[in-house]
């Protein structure tokens, strides 16, 4: 079984910052390529960024510039550093963990509003 869980999520002003941090079962960890999505309310669920199991990263023009995602092999973490926020970018963030392309892992979520 691989356990995915997110942490970090809050409430934080226009262009503030904040880092969520998705932890992996240490098993899988580098071998599994990590996404983050996120859900604003009344909305589909979108993919942000991607990181391969050597680190290479994908980001959706949402994130380009603003957002960066990174793995920290010491605690089996993908961390997603965003700056810069808007109130747009208020949604449940989600981390998935899969190997390649099979069905993988979802996590609980934690939510992001950003709000004056």
């Known amino acids: 079984q691989v356990q995915v869980v997110e942490s970090g999520g809050d409430v934080v002003q226009p262009e503030g910052s904040l880092r969520l941090s998705c932890e992996i079962s240490k098993h899988v960890f580098n071998i599994y390529t990590v996404d983050w999505f996120r859900q604003a309310p009344g909305k589909q669920r979108e993919l942000v960024a991607t990181i391969s199991p050597r680190g290479t990263t994908t980001y959706q023009d949402s994130a380009k510039g603003r957002f960066t995602i990174s793995r920290v092999s010491a605690n089996n973490t993908v961390s997603l550093q965003m700056n810069n926020l808007k109130p747009g970018d208020t949604a449940v963030y989600y981390c998935?963990?899969?190997?390649?392309?099979?069905?993988?892992?979802w996590g609980q979520g934690t939510q992001v509003t950003v709000s004056s």
């Open positions: 998935y963990a899969r190997f390649g392309e099979k069905a993988g892992y």
